[in-house]
T-cell receptor
Framework: AQTIHQWPVAEIKAVGSPLSLGCTIK??????LYWYWQATGGTLQQLFY??????VESVVQLNLSASRPKDDQFILSTEKLLLSHSGFYLC?????????????FGPGTRLTVL | GDSVTQTEGQVALSEEDFLTIHCNYS??????LFWYVQYPGEGPQFLFR?????EKGSSRGFEATYDKGTTSFHLRKASVQESDSAVYYC?????????????FGTGTSLLVDP
């Protein structure tokens, strides 16, 4: 069975500090991977997607970047946090490519920027 | 661009009541439609999907029918339980060039009193 792990579970960071969030998928080779952001009480906004190692596409510009250093790993980062970066960050994966493919979400990372 | 509208921001019911959450979409192509459920502090869980007109998706007693004519995918359940309390998201999957993209509605918070 596939499992998805996100780290850390929660972070409290200062404005202007760097950030790195991680996501690991186990039990599935070559998954399609996605990063989402969710403001408190808000909907989900897709940020990035990746279909293979080393290849990441941006969906929305939020002064964030993403990388896929390994087949099962997806990293979200920034060098300088903004207050607006606060929220819930979710990693997701899908088996197939295309609009019919359901995406499966991880447990998320809660980020508070002060 | 593609969009999903959920009319109800909050729904309050008693156990064994009938549930309807309205979802309407706008898309240039022929999207796939999804329902997700999110419990507090967790990532969204895939409920079910429908990919073509008149197709019914269902899971855990919930169901919705893809209606291309009215551009709708309303969620229904005949008898809700307290454990159904959660936020429900309707989502649209692009089957064109943006096959990675999942567009979520604003979500409907369901609270079921015992």
């Amino acid at each position: 069975a596939q499992t998805i792990h996100q780290w850390p579970v929660a972070e409290i960071k200062a404005v202007g500090s760097p950030l790195s969030l991680g996501c690991t998928i186990k039990g599935k080779s070559s998954p399609n991977l996605y990063w989402y952001w969710q403001a408190t009480g808000g909907t989900l906004q897709q940020l990035f997607y990746s279909i293979t190692v080393g290849q990441v596409e941006s969906v929305v510009q939020l002064n964030l970047s993403a990388s896929r250093p390994k087949d099962d790993q997806f990293i979200l980062s920034t060098e300088k946090l903004l207050l607006s970066h606060s929220g819930f960050y979710l990693c997701a994966w899908s088996l197939d490519w295309g609009g019919d493919a359901e995406q499966f979400f991880g447990p998320g990372t809660r980020l508070t920027v002060l | 661009g593609d969009s999903v509208t959920q009319t109800e921001g909050q729904v309050a019911l008693s156990e064994e009541d009938f549930l309807t959450i309205h979802c309407n979409y706008s898309a240039s192509g022929y999207p796939a439609l999804f329902w997700y459920v999110q419990y507090p502090g967790e990532g969204p869980q895939f409920l079910f999907r429908a990919s073509r007109d008149k197709e019914k998706g269902s899971s855990r007693g919930f169901e919705a029918t893809y209606d291309k004519g009215t551009t709708s995918f309303h969620l229904r359940k005949a008898s809700v339980q307290e454990s159904d309390s959660a936020v429900y998201y309707c989502a649209l999957g692009d089957r064109g060039n943006m096959g990675y993209k999942l567009t979520f509605g604003t979500g409907t918070s369901l609270l079921v009193d015992p």
